[in-house]
């Protein structure tokens, strides 16, 4: 019994080192490039142009992410995915985080074997209508047809509020985002839901976008961040931090254009997020100056957030910093 006991023991620390030798960070290094999970186009979050090259807030994360790991941003290749096939990808490991305004919520946290590593666009969910239909609330909506995308909260949470507010409704639900935005485009339904931002944002595809009117009621909560397996928490540790990073130098002012002056800064704030003091790179198994090769490279969180949300006409709102009226607060590095 007691060998019996042995054996079991010493299988369960080969597995808990199985699982501490899951380091993703070695298998990026090995392989020279990130490979990051993002949406199929959306401007503002994830959009490739046509030669290509991606950009988006999104996008800014896992080039940062590419930075702090190498010196390099565009050490980061990019795999379109719609909201049907992402987190598959991600446990299985075709990518290295996903980065795709995905909602956290409670069972994708807990029942795929995935962690959100932080939030880096509060949003909600919105609807939007032809403006030619004079309708000017959600509580109009009795028996409308309604678009949307499989896969998605969005799809969960309007059953839930048309069923808790006794309207009948029909939904008409597609993978690809685009064949939502031309189904709406084309008439077949009334009503185009999904995340605020991404009204913004699939708003610009529409034939006549401003024939359109986006609804004033916010139904959700849309926490949107970026996603890794579980049981790897150097590199959870890196991507929350990266993010973090982004968020604390918009806090510290450190901007992509000042970052090389703010070097040697005598605020000990600054000089733990920049490498001048501490070890803080190191004990992510990084560099130290992984940070500053974000903001180098990328800018801070406002930075990204100005160059590719603000055009769509999204105010900073609750994704201001929490001493400027929005509710972003990065843990300190210290
Ligand atoms: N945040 C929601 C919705 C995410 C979602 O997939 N939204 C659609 C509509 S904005 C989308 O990203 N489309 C763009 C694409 O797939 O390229 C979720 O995590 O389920």
Same mark, same amino acid.
């Given at each position: 019994?007691?060998?019996?006991?042995? %054996?079991?023991?010493?299988?369960?620390?080969?597995?808990?080192?199985?699982?501490?030798?899951?380091?993703?960070?070695?298998?990026?290094?090995?392989?020279?490039?990130?490979?990051c999970?993002? =949406?199929q186009?959306?401007?503002?979050? =994830?959009?490739?142009?046509d030669?290509?090259?991606?950009?988006?807030?999104?996008?800014?994360?896992?080039?940062?992410?590419?930075?702090?790991?190498?010196?390099?941003?565009n050490? $980061?290749?990019? &795999?379109?995915?719609?909201?049907?096939q992402?987190f598959?990808?991600?446990?299985?490991?075709?990518?290295?985080?996903?980065?795709?305004?995905?909602?956290?919520?409670?069972?994708?946290?807990?029942?795929?074997?995935?962690?959100?590593?932080?939030?880096?666009?509060?949003?909600g969910?919105?609807?939007? $209508?032809?403006?030619?239909l004079?309708?000017?609330?959600?509580?109009?909506?009795?028996?409308?047809n309604?678009?949307?995308?499989?896969?998605? &909260?969005?799809?969960?949470?309007?059953?839930?509020? +048309?069923?808790?507010?006794?309207?009948? +409704?029909e %939904?008409?639900? +597609?993978?690809?985002?685009?064949?939502v935005?031309a189904?709406?485009?084309?008439?077949?339904c009334? $009503?185009?839901?999904?995340?605020?931002?991404?009204?913004?944002?699939?708003?610009?595809?529409? &034939?006549?976008?401003?024939?359109?009117? $986006?609804?004033?009621?916010?139904?959700?909560?849309?926490?949107?961040?970026?996603?890794?397996?579980?049981?790897?928490?150097?590199?959870?540790?890196?991507v929350?931090?990266?993010?973090?990073?982004?968020?604390?130098?918009?806090?510290?002012?450190?901007?992509?254009?000042?970052?090389?002056?703010?070097?040697?800064?005598?605020?000990?704030s600054?000089?733990? %997020?920049?490498?001048?003091?501490?070890?803080?790179?190191?004990?992510?198994?990084?560099?130290?100056?992984?940070?500053?090769?974000?903001?180098?490279?990328?800018?801070?969180?406002?930075?990204?957030?100005?160059?590719?949300?603000?055009?769509?006409?999204?105010a900073?709102?609750?994704?201001?910093?929490?001493?400027?009226?929005?509710?972003?607060?990065?843990?300190?590095?210290?």
């Amino acid at each position: 019994m007691k060998k019996f006991l042995a %054996l079991v023991v010493s299988a369960g620390a080969m597995m808990i080192a199985g699982v501490a030798q899951a380091a993703t960070l070695d298998d990026v290094k090995a392989r020279g490039y990130l490979q990051c999970g993002v =949406s199929q186009g959306l401007p503002g979050f =994830s959009n490739a142009d046509d030669n290509g090259n991606w950009t988006g807030i999104d996008v800014d994360l896992c080039r940062g992410v590419a930075a702090a790991i190498f010196g390099d941003a565009n050490k $980061v290749r990019f &795999t379109p995915l719609s909201a049907k096939q992402r987190f598959t990808a991600l446990s299985s490991g075709e990518i290295d985080i996903l980065s795709r305004n995905t909602t956290w919520t409670m069972t994708r946290d807990t029942q795929l074997g995935l962690n959100f590593a932080g939030v880096n666009y509060y949003d909600g969910q919105g609807l939007m $209508v032809p403006s030619s239909l004079g309708i000017t609330s959600v509580s109009e909506l009795d028996g409308a047809n309604i678009c949307t995308n499989t896969g998605t &909260t969005t799809e969960l949470n309007i059953t839930d509020y +048309f069923r808790s507010n006794n309207m009948s +409704f029909e %939904l008409i639900a +597609f993978e690809k985002a685009d064949e939502v935005v031309a189904a709406y485009d084309a008439g077949r339904c009334d $009503v185009y839901t999904t995340d605020r931002s991404g009204l913004a944002a699939q708003r610009t595809k529409l &034939t006549n976008p401003d024939a359109h009117v $986006v609804l004033p009621e916010i139904l959700t909560k849309e926490p949107l961040g970026p996603v890794v397996r579980q049981g790897d928490d150097q590199w959870f540790n890196i991507v929350r931090w990266s993010l973090n990073a982004m968020i604390n130098a918009e806090e510290l002012g450190v901007t992509k254009s000042n970052v090389g002056s703010m070097m040697g800064s005598n605020n000990p704030s600054i000089a733990r %997020l920049l490498g001048d003091e501490g070890n803080f790179g190191q004990e992510l198994g990084l560099s130290n100056d992984w940070a500053a090769n974000i903001i180098k490279a990328i800018g801070n969180y406002g930075e990204s957030y100005d160059k590719h949300i603000t055009p769509l006409g999204l105010a900073r709102g609750v994704n201001a910093l929490w001493n400027n009226g929005g509710i972003l607060y990065a843990a300190p590095i210290r």
